[in-house]
Each structure stands twice: as structure tokens, then as C-alpha cells.
């Protein structure tokens, strides 16, 4: 089974941007959709970004569309979600998950891997 390592959270001030990192070994992320997830205090965890196997197809939460990018790079094993134009309201542990289905669905059960989350503070 793979294992998920998330780096590159932080804090940061509104406006700002942070580029996590979603980092596989075990075996390799390629026959795997990938999406990330955030959970913020007292919060259910929810979808923010999800790719396919290939790359090919991408979909967004839509309060972050225009501001976070994922990508992939299969060569690394490895999976990122670029966020830009930062606000308070994205602050939360971001959550980098896997599945062996076709597609990244928006749901948390749809996922049988994660990591162990890395926390991202954008300060007003």
C-alpha cells in the first residue's frame, strides 16, 4: 500500500501563497487519483482539489478555483496543490488522500489512503 507525506504548510499572511507537496512511497502514485482535503477546528473535512490518474482531469471546490492549482508528476511520485491569494478562511490541516478508482470524487469515503495532514495558518 503506499504511504502519503504531506510538507510545506506554514503560516502565511493573507494574500500570500504556500505550494504543498503530497509525497508517495510503497509503491507508486501513478494507478492512483489524488485529492486533497482541509479540516479546520470543528469542522468536517472537505474536498478542495482532486486529479486523475494522468493528470487529464482536475476539479476544484469552487471557493478556490482561481486561486489553488493541483498537478502531479508522476516521474517523482508526487502530487501538489499550489495555493495562492490566500485567506483566513483557508486556514486548516490539508490533508493529502488516494484511491485506485477512476476520477477524484468529493467524497471522504471514497478514499482508502491519506496522510498525516500539514497545517496552514493565513493570518488576516
Known amino acids: 500500500q503506499v504511504q502519503l507525506v504531506e510538507t510545506g504548510g506554514g503560516l502565511v499572511q493573507a494574500g500570500g501563497s504556500l505550494r504543498l507537496s503530497c509525497a508517495a512511497s510503497?509503491?507508486?502514485?501513478?494507478?492512483?487519483?489524488v485529492a486533497w482535503f482541509r479540516q479546520a477546528p470543528g469542522q468536517e473535512r472537505e474536498f478542495v482539489a482532486g486529479?486523475?490518474?494522468?493528470?487529464?482531469?482536475?476539479n476544484y471546490k469552487d471557493s478556490v478555483k482561481g486561486r489553488f492549482a493541483i498537478s502531479r508528476d508522476n516521474a517523482k511520485n508526487a502530487v501538489y496543490l499550489q495555493m495562492n491569494s490566500l485567506k483566513p478562511e483557508d486556514t486548516a490541516v490539508y490533508y493529502c488522500?488516494?484511491?485506485?478508482?477512476?476520477?477524484?470524487?468529493?467524497?471522504?469515503?471514497?478514499?482508502?489512503?491519506w496522510g498525516q495532514g500539514a497545517q496552514v495558518t493565513v493570518s488576516s
Open positions: 510503497g509503491r507508486t502514485l501513478s494507478n492512483n487519483a
Open positions: 488522500a488516494a484511491r485506485q478508482g477512476f476520477g477524484a470524487p468529493v467524497a471522504v469515503y471514497a478514499y482508502d489512503t
Open positions: 486529479i486523475s490518474q494522468s493528470g487529464g482531469l482536475v
